[in-house]
Nanobody, 126 residues
């Protein structure tokens, strides 16, 4: 059974930082593109950042460019999302999702990802 597990969420003050981790059981993340999504209360799930299988290519939503950084540690078989200068509007549940290939176009469409984690909550206080 495939399981993705996100960790690293929590409560942080505006302007602070968090690093989220995505790990997997049943699959090797080194062979999947991985994308971070966020679902804020009462809002639709939105794509934040995506990384290619090799880790050499990344995508970012306009709302997080310059603040968030996605990375891949192949030795640890883990994908990270470093979040800096957090804002209250960053509050939500953060999910990682995988796909068999990297999407250069329309990468933020949730329906094209095959595996999802249960999410880790992030709350940013003002």
């Amino acid at each position: 059974q495939v399981q993705l597990v996100e960790s690293g969420g929590g409560l942080v003050q505006a302007g602070g930082s968090l690093r989220l981790s995505c790990a997997a059981s049943g699959i090797d993340l080194n062979y999947y593109s991985t994308t971070w999504f966020r679902q804020a209360p009462g809002k639709e799930r939105e794509g934040l950042s995506s990384i290619s299988i090799s880790g050499t290519t990344t995508n970012y939503a306009d709302s997080v460019k310059g603040r968030f950084t996605i990375s891949r540690d192949k030795a640890k078989d883990t994908v990270y999302l470093q979040m800096n200068n957090l804002k209250p509007e960053d509050t939500g549940v953060y999910y990682c999702a995988t796909a068999d290939r990297f999407f250069r176009d329309k990468w933020s469409q949730a329906g094209q990802y095959n595996y999802w984690g249960q999410g880790t909550p992030v709350t940013v206080s003002s």
